[in-house]
T-cell receptor
Framework: DSGVTQTPKHLITATGQRVTLRCSPRSEDLSVYWYQQSLDQGLQFLIH???????AKGNILERFSAQQFPDLHSELNLSSLELGDSALYFC????????????FGPGTRLTVT | GEDVEQSLFLSVREGDSSVINCTYT??????LYWYKQEPGAGLQLLTY?????DMKQDQRLTVLLNKKDKHLSLRIADTQTGDSAIYFCAERRYGGATNKLIFGTGTLLAVQP
């Protein structure tokens, strides 16, 4: 158990809908990272937040957004969902913005039908 | 590009050694990692190596790094059925505002009893 929690574990929704995935980092970790794991794209970095501020963006679609709240939990919002958005979404956390260790949560499996 | 390459599949017999290979792209990567993903589970950080090292040993795991060829390998001694999983290598991209992991395609390790 890494100490990173993600909810929900599974999510099934229809195309065009909007969902919110939630992540709670390890205690005292200030950084949260989001990654997407899909069959065609593999595991790819989406976005990094540090202490409430966006730090870096990766291959994140404009339909997707994220935020980190004062209590350091983070939410990933996915809107206008398409079939291709079906994937496993991982959150990771680290102590600082430049920590070399990232600890991953169990993931949220999103299925878009 | 950002591709980190791994062979897709490796099959070994229980008790044998497994060697999983990875070729990464960024010669300036300071840390390289091995993560394990079991079915339906998240990503578990197995081990990592700093770029000024050639080898790191951690119990049954040995990591070898060849910086000249940008080649990383993970050797698992006395492989057990519980080692069956997908193994991802990852390189750390760090600089400016960026602190992200670039993952390989994953190698499915199947351990035959």
């Amino acid at each position: 158990d890494s100490g990173v929690t993600q909810t929900p574990k599974h999510l099934i929704t229809a195309t065009g809908q909007r969902v919110t995935l939630r992540c709670s980092p390890r205690s005292e970790d200030l950084s949260v990272y989001w990654y997407q794991q899909s069959l065609d794209q593999g595991l790819q970095f989406l976005i990094h937040y540090y202490n409430g501020e966006e730090r870096a963006k990766g291959n994140i679609l404009e339909r997707f957004s994220a935020q980190q709240f004062p209590d350091l939990h983070s939410e990933l919002n996915l809107s206008s969902l398409e079939l291709g958005d079906s994937a496993l979404y991982f959150c990771a956390s680290s102590r600082d913005w430049n920590s070399y260790e990232q600890y991953f949560g169990p993931g949220t499996r999103l299925t878009v039908t | 590009g950002e591709d980190v390459e791994q062979s897709l599949f490796l099959s070994v017999r229980e008790g044998d050694s497994s060697v999983i290979n990875c070729t990464y792209t960024d010669s300036s990567s300071t840390y390289l990692y091995w993560y394990k993903q079991e079915p339906g589970a998240g990503l578990q950080l197995l081990t990592y190596i700093f770029s000024n090292m050639d080898m790191k040993q951690d119990q049954r795991l040995t990591v070898l790094l060849n910086k000249k060829d940008k080649h990383l390998s993970l050797r698992i001694a006395d492989t057990q059925t519980g080692d069956s999983a997908i193994y991802f290598c990852a390189e750390r991209r760090y600089g400016g505002a960026t602190n992200k992991l670039i993952f390989g395609t994953g190698t499915l390790l199947a351990v035959q009893p």
